[in-house]
């Protein structure tokens, strides 16, 4: 039985959250460390984009600034995530590791089965579909949760866990969002619409559920976080010990937060206006 590291839940604000996994990837890459899972919730709202999306077509930045909601963009692909009520995992390891068969689609696989085992534990039994989910059109909006994908989590037909990847250097960064509750209309009111909003909010509601909604009696993140860990460690067949960022994780972290995604430029215009120098 291999061992990974757990970096146990905390929350932080969306500049930390980027800049701590990013910098336990580099590390990585640098070091081919142990293969880390680590939980996290946020301390201020927050929307990311994915990495390859076009900030000004597709945020809505005075609602964002009206409501208190910081903006950020990941190091991961995929679509815009409102993190507020919800739990969110990173999982960072070696591509080459024998538990993940070649391939993205591959690992998006065995991590779906690692979460979807996990929610068992609190009563939630999620499926798994290779085809991804069918919907009407490819019109639902900006949100990673109005967007069909392979082995995406589903109870009901509905998505409960999104999830998106970077990989480098052999090495892979696959960050997932577990909604703990969902607020469609709030959602809807700080990306920009792709059809009538009222519309948006309604087929967003259809296509999402949550934690809250689907559990049987309450649970909160810590419950939660500890579900999702047996789920790991059962389908992979390791042992997840708790442990803390290395000195150079630290430094690393300490650097992005300043240079990267602290940066307004960063998060409006990605890589076409941050050059690495870590």
């Known amino acids: 039985m291999g061992a990974w590291r757990l ?3 905390r929350k932080a604000d969306a500049v930390e959250n980027m800049a701590v996994d990013e910098a336990v990837f580099r590390a990585n890459i640098r070091n081919k460390a ?6 996290y919730g946020w301390r201020t709202p927050a929307l990311s984009i994915g990495y390859f999306q076009d900030f ?7 609602a964002c600034r009206r409501l208190g909601i910081d903006m950020i963009r990941r190091p991961t692909g995929g679509k815009a995530v409102l993190h507020d009520q919800e739990l969110t995992y990173a999982v960072i390891a070696g591509t080459d590791s024998p538990l993940f068969p070649p391939g993205i689609i591959n690992t998006f696989r065995i991590i779906g089965s690692c979460i979807a085992k996990g929610l068992m534990e609190v009563g939630i039994r999620a499926e798994m579909r290779a085809e991804g989910r069918a919907t009407p059109d490819e019109a639902l909006g900006s949100s990673c949760f109005s967007s069909p994908s392979r082995y995406e989590l589903l109870v ?3 998505k409960i866990c999104g999830a998106a ?5 052999g090495v892979f960064l ?3 969002a577990l909604l703990m509750t969902f607020d469609p209309a709030r959602t809807c009111t700080i990306v920009l ?3 009538d909003r009222e519309e948006q909010v309604r087929s967003l509601r259809n296509a999402v559920t949550s934690v809250g909604e689907q559990a049987g009696p309450p649970v909160d993140e810590e419950t939660v976080c500890r579900a999702l860990r047996k789920g790991f460690e059962q389908v992979l067949g390791i042992r997840l010990l708790e442990g803390v960022l290395t000195q150079e994780e630290e430094e690393l972290k300490s650097e992005l937060m300043t240079k990267k995604y602290g940066s307004e430029n960063w998060t409006k215009e990605g890589c076409k206006s941050w050059i690495s120098g870590l």
């Not at 142990?34 to 939980?39: E, K, N």
């Not at 000004?56 to 005075?62: F, Q, R, S, T, Y």
């Not at 990847?165 to 250097?169: A, E, F, K, N, V």
């Open 156 to 158: 009901g037909g509905r």
């Open 193 to 195: 619409p792709h059809r």
């Open 165 to 169: 990847q970077m990989r480098s250097h």
């Open 34 to 39: 142990l293969p880390t899972l680590r939980f």
């Open 7 to 9: 970096l146990p839940f």
């Open 56 to 62: 000004a077509k597709e945020v809505d930045i005075g």
């Open 174 to 176: 696959q960050h997932g």
